[in-house]
């Protein structure tokens, strides 16, 4: 028995009335048009998307399309063109900011069947839209810290790089890539360390990927020396660590990698050079030891027997203990004639060679000036010009001081002079006291 008009027109009403709380709860809207008419039916929720009422609801569909967002009007419209056209695909998916009675953009979902006459020509589209306004905005954030992150890892003066279960790449930087003198361009895709390095390097790197894969564990900071193909090598410090997806499941190996190369030239040749300065210290230690050995010997040379015609004795002793192993310290005992004997103390400024020099110097001008040793003054005055005549042409300022005594046994007499040097201590009948106190100029 055959339904009455009514009957079937209110059970049309609820199966579209439940479409709608169907559609509804899914966030979606339903349209319908008939290609040969300009209205379109939009559902309740399409009209919420739009911001308007069905009178003043624009029909999306038909030129100038200017509810649509310029960016996405050319694939917009080239998507209902292929629509319409004879024999076009049988379905319409295309996904554009719309623009909405309140004056926003509103990203719609756009979805629709296409219904063809005989001839293929599309007599109806109908379908679905929903609102992804939010999803988009979540997408374009996520772009954006994407975008970032990629900037930043581009960037950074580091070589960062993923590699599979079998050592291959499948991610690297910028740095990366220019570090393996790729061309620009190129991907690092697939590729292996062996395609770029020795097997005295890639061999070992690939052991430790495998050993990090294997036991979950990171290798940090280890310097590693490469050996490329066409003979150059350089040293990198690398960190390589686990490779995990969102479940934890290990996917591979990714890496951080820095260029140390000129630190360890650099170290290298420190190395080297520290030991030849080691060796010239050597020899030069070794020169200094015999310079101290020849002063020491000097020093030590023993004192003239000092006895008068009237077989009065006098015997000189002495104690030198420097505290470095050259110094400036000088004495010496000169035996003038059988009855006088001149005593020399000198110390010049410092410690070391150029005062182990001077005191040579004082050496050879002491016997320039034995001629003038009866006279203390005239001596040291002599041992004066002559070391500072020699310090001007050399351009250099050293100082010195000195005592020189005259002992004449005959008269039973001591003369000194005394030239900037502590005053000598001297022990007798009178007790113990200190000569050449006084300063005269």
Known sequence: MKEDPET????????????????????????DWHTAEKEIFYSRRILEFLECGKDHAPNLFLPPFDHIFEDERTAFERSVTQALQQGGPETLAVDARVLT??????????????????????????????????????????????????????????????????????????????WLGLPEGQDLTGKHDRDFFETDHWKPAETDEKRIIQTG??????????????????????SKFPWKDRQGVIKGTFGVSSDVTKLVKAERAATEL??????????????????????????????????????????????????SGLAGDFFEVMKM?????????????????????????????????????????????????????????????MFATAFFGVVDLSTQTFRYAC???????????NGVRQIACERSH
């Open 217 to 238: 564990e990171a290798m940090i900071d280890q310097l590693e020396h490469e050996t490329w193909h066409e003979g150059d090598e350089t040293w990198v410090i690398t």
């Open 8 to 31: 079937e027109r209110q059970r049309n009403n609820v199966k579209l009335e439940r479409l709608e709380l169907a559609l509804r709860a899914s966030n979606e809207g339903i349209w």
């Open 101 to 178: 009675g309140g004056g926003d953009w509103r990203w719609l979902r756009i979805r629709g069947t296409v219904v063809r006459d005989r001839e293929g020509y599309a007599k109806r589209i109908a379908g679905s839209m929903i609102n992804i306004s939010l999803r988009k905005a979540a997408e374009a954030q996520v772009e954006e810290e994407r975008f970032l992150l990629r900037q930043l890892i581009d960037h950074v003066p580091l070589q960062i790089y993923f590699k599979d279960l079998d050592s291959r790449f499948t991610m690297a930087n910028q740095r990366m890539r220019e």
């Open 274 to 323: 520290a030991g030849l300065l080691q060796q010239k210290n050597e020899a030069y230690e070794e020169e200094l030891l015999l310079a101290r050995e020849i002063q020491q010997a000097l020093a030590g040379e023993g004192f003239p027997t000092a006895t008068a015609t009237d077989r009065s004795h006098v015997s000189f002793g002495a104690r030198y203990i420097p505290i």
């Open 337 to 397: 004639n059988d009855d006088c004997y001149g005593v020399l103390i000198c110390d010049v400024m410092g410690h070391g060679v150029r005062s182990a020099l001077i005191v040579a110097m004082l050496r050879g001008l002491l016997e320039k000036q034995r001629a003038q040793a009866q006279e203390p003054g005239l001596f040291l005055q002599g041992l004066n010009d002559g070391l500072a005549a020699i310090l001007e042409r050399a351009g250099t300022t």
């Open 419 to 429: 030239a900037g040097h502590p005053g000598p201590i001297v022990s007798g009948k």
